[in-house]
């Protein structure tokens, strides 16, 4: 295991490529007008350029850097072997929420950083920027409580804050097809609408979250239903890397798996064990009132 010096060493070197990365694919994205590819993903999701792009500036923004034994990629069917004696295994989405770029919305990048093999309980740090109308940087390491937010001011990323969630919130953030929702998730959405929780959902992941921890606090769900029973968000590259930077900052992050009228399981989120690099989950991330509440 590594020291905590070694272990802050380390990261400073990965956030530093993230940092760098950030730039060109933010101005990939300015010159992209949402424009589809040919291609589909290891998902089968359509490919847009600026995937296929931003994926190709994270490939060579880690592949001299000695200390990652492999990176895996939304947008990649396999993980792929950097060096042999290199430590951590990175996993990232590239472009979350790609199809939000036609319509000029926010978009982001996401990672996961593994000391060891990609199982949730070897995270050691997460990430996200945000490519909005500036670029910004969520960042998360078990050295820390609390998210650092940095924004990038044309020279240099500057912290601006560090995100701690409050024990409620009020953003009410909710994902998935409505008409196949559960009975009681439907009942759970609604009742917090009724105590005064507002919607508020772009349908970008990382701007939607991003959102709740600037406010400092309430609930983002993307949960089974009828149609997609495993949900639609990725383990590796979207989920496992939230899960860590909301617990970091105070709340919770959950699985709740359901039969049409129930909850038959919750489980934290970080002790799932993925069986395959592109597995899914329904997930739940919010302060720890929410999480509570909807555990119920
Ligand atoms: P993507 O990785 O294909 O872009 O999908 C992920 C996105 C998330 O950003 C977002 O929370 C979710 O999918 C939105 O899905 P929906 O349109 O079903 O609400
Ligand atoms: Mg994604």
């Not at 939304?74 to 430590?87: S, Y």
């Not at 890397?241 to 129930?262: D, L, M, Q, T």
Request: proline residues 3%; aromatic residues 10%; charged residues 20%.
């Amino acid at each position: 295991m590594r020291t905590n010096a070694e272990l802050m060493r380390d990261l400073e070197l990965i956030f530093a490529r993230i940092q760098s990365a950030s730039l060109p694919i933010y101005e990939t994205l300015k010159q992209s007008l949402g424009e589809y590819a040919q291609s589909t993903n290891a998902t089968g999701d359509t490919q847009l350029k600026a995937d296929i792009q931003a994926d190709t500036i994270l490939q060579n923004t880690f592949k001299d850097l000695r200390i990652v034994h492999q990176v895996c990629s939304e947008e990649q069917e396999q993980a792929i072997k950097l060096h042999d004696k290199g430590i951590y295994s990175i996993a990232y989405d590239p472009l979350d929420g790609s199809s939000l770029m036609g319509a000029n919305l926010s978009v982001g990048s996401i990672f996961g950083i593994y000391h060891g093999d990609f199982l949730p309980q070897n995270l050691v740090a997460s990430a996200y920027i945000l490519y909005g109308m500036v670029v910004g940087i969520g960042f998360a390491s078990i050295l820390k409580e609390g998210v650092d937010y940095f924004v990038y001011n044309g020279k240099t990323f500057d912290l601006q804050k560090c995100f701690k969630l409050s024990h409620k919130g009020k953003l009410n953030a909710t994902g998935g097809t409505q008409k196949n929702w559960s009975l009681s998730h439907k009942a759970k959405i609604e009742s917090l609408f009724n105590a005064g929780y507002r919607l508020r959902y772009s349908g970008g992941m990382v701007p939607d979250l991003h959102h709740i921890l600037v406010k400092g606090g309430g609930i983002f769900s993307y949960p089974s239903t009828s149609d997609a029973p495993q949900g639609k968000l990725r383990m590796l590259f979207e989920v496992f890397p939230f899960a860590f930077i909301f617990e970091r900052a105070g709340g919770g992050a959950v699985c709740i798996s359901e039969n049409a009228h129930n909850i038959t399981e919750v489980k934290r989120l970080l002790e799932l064990t993925p069986k395959h690099l592109h597995d899914t989950t329904p997930c739940f991330f919010g302060s720890l009132e929410e999480i509570e509440f909807v555990s119920k």
